[in-house]
């Protein structure tokens, strides 16, 4: 196993999932750590092409970072799975809620819809 680079930034206990967004493919990375429980950052591709080889490939070279802005969700969904509902990124509850949002990848641009009245019935509160 190697290494292949780092993240400009924290991402622990975080959720992801790749989408087109904007007619680019795009790895979303959600709900990460104590303090980002309602963000989402994205990763783009530099080129279309093919993934260097493990042997010289380089993070910075291959990705870049927020080329798509995301809006924050209404609620925290920190420990929960982002999902793919048709292509639309969608995620369902976190730590204190039970609310499920899509993120809107037609408009431009994203932003988040919440679905209300569609609390999961089978949580204890």
């Known amino acids: 196993m190697k290494r292949l680079g780092d993240l400009p930034f924290d991402f622990k206990i975080g959720s992801c999932g790749t989408f087109i967004i ?3 493919m ?4 959600c709900f990460s750590g104590f303090n980002d429980r309602r963000g989402c950052r ?5 080129n279309n092409g093919l ?3 493990i042997g010289d490939f380089v993070f910075d070279a291959e990705f870049e970072v ?3 802005t995301l809006p924050d969700t209404t609620h ?3 420990m ?5 509902y048709q292509g639309f990124p969608l995620v ?8 499920l949002e899509m993120l809107n990848t037609m408009k431009s641009p994203p932003e988040w819809v919440e679905y209300e009245g569609t609390e999961y019935p089978y949580l204890d509160k």
Not at 26 to 29: A, G, H, P, V, W
């Open 92 to 99: 369902l509850g976190g730590t204190d809620n039970v609310n």
């Open 51 to 53: 993934l260097s080889s």
């Open 22 to 24: 904007d007619s680019l």
């Open 76 to 78: 925290d969904h920190w």
């Open 42 to 46: 994205s990763l783009t591709r530099r």
């Open 26 to 29: 795009t790895i979303l990375l």
């Open 66 to 68: 927020d080329r798509i």
């Open 80 to 84: 929960s799975s982002i999902a793919n």
